[in-house]
């Protein structure tokens, strides 16, 4: 019989078939109350795959009386109970991997799509209207300043991007990092202020929740753009809303939302919004790495192999 196996969110679909074909697979996600669903169904589950965006709770662990394995699909594990693992003794892997560059691009082409407008005009030509009127003009990026809240390994890809579009760059962050020449702020308000496009690419944490607030729109200005593909909640999104509707800022890209994969409807029918599904790692590079990596695991544990890529205290992504 094939031993059981919970999926906590969906992943690639390829390596859904994968599992599907050597494991009896529950897809706990699906399920109204995922949790209580571990409960009732999850009894001989013996390794459970989750996501870096899936939180996984002592409760998670509890509900699962005979896990042996944890395997992250993706490179960051912060939103997973170590600690319940450890208890239970309980092998964590994941799937390390380079995320800067490809989520860069993505950043770099969100601030071009909504600052020239490509998606609203692709909208206008294919309804039929460009032969009865023009489509209204973007503005250039080249000679815009691009602030960048955060500046880590995808805050220095973006910049890099940004500045060979002919941007100038200004960053800010919890201190100056003695190795950039880029205008450095410690006053995130004074830097949106100067800045045309300001660039989320800070990691969430509880200093940096609704970091981007009303306060920071405000000064953001009716001729700035704001480009989140961070996390959802580093943005508070009723005060972009709002921002958005009374045009306090002109317009917004977007990779992420508070409570994905649900987008608030005003966004929806907003021409000055680029919307995007969470999209900045999903390049099939980037998948198929770590489908590979992750099956690995998977099937290693259940030959009695060892492991090739164990979260420990010292591998542990920041």
Known sequence: MKPEIVLLKAIYEPVMAALENDFVVHKSWMAADP???????????????????????????????????????????????????????????????????????????????????????????RSGAWPNRLFPSGVEVRGKTCGIVGMGRIGREIAQRAASFGMSICYFGPRRKDDLTYRYFDNLEHMARETDCLVVTCALTPATRNLVDARILNALGPDGFLVNIARGAIVDEPALVNALVNKQIAGAALDVFADEPHVPAELMHMDNVV?????????????????????????????GKPLHHVVTALNIPS
């Open 275 to 303: 919307l995007a599904p969470h999209m900045g790692t999903s390049t099939c590079e980037v998948r198929e790495g770590r489908s590979e990596k992750l099956l690995a695991d998977v099937h290693a544990h259940f030959s």
């Open 35 to 125: 949790l209580a669903y571990l409960r009732e169904n999850c009894g001989n589950v013996r390794a459970a795959i989750s996501t870096t965006t899936t939180a996984v709770t002592k409760a998670h662990f509890a509900a699962l009386p005979k896990l042996e394995l944890l395997a992250c699909y993706g490179p960051y594990i912060t939103l997973i109970d170590l600690a319940a693992a450890r208890e239970r003794n309980i092998p964590v892997t994941y799937t390390p991997d380079s995320t800067a560059e490809p989520v860069a691009d993505l950043a770099m082409g969100m601030i071009v799509a909504v600052m020239r407008r490509i998606c609203e005009a692709d909208r206008f030509v």
